[in-house]
């Protein structure tokens, strides 16, 4: 019994033993990939990886990486070397066994396959690749009045795949877009473009993010609208409307007595006719009187002016100048002439509004550059100076055909140069910004300023002139600034 029982361990210990040889000496093996995308940005190189279990010798091996179809192969190693003949054009000479890619294209977008065989065997993994492009941008603008409020518009260049675009005030309280339009160029990267309209005076600075939905990573710009750019109910426009509706009852009630005397009348048409025309006499004076006090209510609301409550209006006729600097190159025919202008009523609280008229010309010369804006009593104004905050002025700057912002190296975008331009000093939230007068549209803005002197208003040119004397010189420097 005991030798019986011995002899069926023995052979199923050697079962055993033969299953795992047999497994041992098996051709059998597995090609693993990543389970998770590979993320790269576009541009770029970056690598798809792929290996076999249990590692084998690839020289005896077919690898072949091919996209949705075996055919469109990125890359095919058989007999111990690459096959190039096989190759996708777009891909020649930009992979290699790894497989690697270089300079990553909007088109290397998608899923991979990596295929393995070995005689009659084998194995397919697949694998996704996310190519990412961070774009430019965003840009906002503002278009100008609408609908009750103030249209922004956001615009960016150069994103894939498309960004996801958000609005949000200054609470970060985030505002729905009005409309989004999106659209890809030849090289598959996404231009988009969202508008907005800000109907609520008290969001005076909007935010617009662009980000990437898979990698995360996004770009922010606010923009400052001023609170006396938004569309106000004036109380003249309340009364007109109550004064309107007493008119429109009280002309609807003349109209009723008219008909029921036409109608009485009628009755005693014969008997009474003197009567009749002197009724019509009196409505015709009743409806000449109504219409003569409608239209003097009407001219009289025409030439309100509501618009300007928040800023107190600065005159710079009654301002220029403080001191008037010139300076002029002495024994030449020609020269550059620097002349700068401070206005005489200068400040150190409150809101100011000024607007200045600039000139592209003088009689003395084509003007080369000039600047408005404020700057601080205690600047230093001598020879030739770069404006900019760091000096304690700050302007928006016109020169060589271009407007600048001194603090951006690039021109500003501008539909057109501006001739009439607005100032807007708010001294306790520390905020200056200008804007074209002609059409509304925002130029530039400093936001988040904090003021410790009194500022003045600002104006500097720069011209070619001959050479005159020196009062000449400040009396042409104050011809390029006009008051509006």
């Known amino acids: 019994m005991v030798n019986s029982l011995d002899s069926s361990l023995l052979r199923d210990f050697f079962s055993i033993l033969l299953l795992q040889v047999s497994m041992w000496g098996s051709d059998s093996f597995l090609v693993i990939s990543p389970s998770k995308p590979i993320v790269a940005m576009l541009g770029t190189d970056t690598v798809l990886p792929c290996r076999v279990s249990p590692p084998l010798n690839l020289e005896s091996m077919e690898l072949r990486w091919f996209r949705s179809q075996f055919s469109e192969a990125v890359y095919v190693y058989r007999n111990g070397m690459e096959q190039a003949g096989e190759q996708l054009v777009d891909f020649k000479g930009r992979a290699e066994v790894a497989v690697r890619i270089y300079s990553l294209r909007i088109s290397d977008n998608g899923m991979y396959k990596c295929f393995f065989k070995k005689d009659s065997d084998f194995e397919v993994a697949t694998l996704e690749l996310k190519v990412i492009g961070l774009g430019s941008g965003p840009h906002v603008f503002m278009v100008g009045p609408e609908d009750k409020g103030i249209r922004l518009t956001c615009r960016g260049k150069g994103w894939f795949p498309q960004p996801e675009v958000q609005w949000t005030d200054a609470r970060g309280e985030k505002i729905p877009s009005l409309s989004e339009d999106e659209t890809q160029d030849d090289d598959g990267l996404f231009q988009i473009e969202a508008s907005l309209i800000v109907r609520d005076s008290s969001k005076t600075e909007v935010s617009c993010s662009m980000k ?3 990698f995360g990573q996004g770009q922010v710009e606010t923009i400052s609208i001023p609170e006396s750019f938004f569309p106000r109910t004036s109380p003249w426009k309340i009364a007109f409307a109550g004064t309107f509706l007493i008119l429109g009852v009280f002309v609807v009630a003349v109209m009723f007595l008219a008909w ?3 109608q009485e009348k009628r009755r005693v ?11 019509k006499a ?10 003569d006090i409608v239209s003097h209510m009407v001219f009289f609301l025409f030439f309100l002016d509501w618009r300007k409550e928040q800023f107190k209006v600065v005159s710079l006729m009654e301002n220029v100048p403080q001191n008037c600097d010139a300076s002029v190159c002495q024994g030449q025919e020609e020269c550059e002439a620097v002349f700068s202008v401070l206005g005489r009523n200068c400040f150190n609280t409150g809101r100011h509004y000024w607007e200045v008229q600039v000139n592209m010309g003088t009689v003395a010369g084509p003007v080369n550059k000039w600047a408005v804006g404020v700057c601080s009593n205690t600047v230093r104004r001598e020879g030739l100076f770069v404006e900019g905050p760091e000096k304690n002025i700050w302007v928006v700057a016109y020169e060589k055909g271009e407007v600048k912002f001194p603090t951006s190296p690039e021109s500003l975008s501008l539909k057109q140069h501006p001739q009439r331009i607005g100032v807007f ?9 200008f804007y074209n007068m002609a059409d509304g549209s925002h130029i530039c803005s400093f936001t988040g300023l904090t003021f410790y002197e009194t500022l003045c208003p600002y104006f500097t040119s720069l011209s070619m002139i001959s050479t005159p004397s020196r009062e000449e010189e400040a009396e042409r420097g104050m011809g390029q600034l006009q008051n509006v």
């Open 269 to 279: 048409w014969e008997v009474q006719k003197e009567k009749k025309e002197e009724s």
């Open 212 to 214: 990437n939905p898979f």
């Open 260 to 262: 029921k005397q036409q």
């Open 282 to 291: 009196k409505g015709k004076t009743l409806r000449r009187h109504v219409f």
């Open 425 to 433: 000093l708010d001294w306790e939230d520390g905020d200056v910004s």
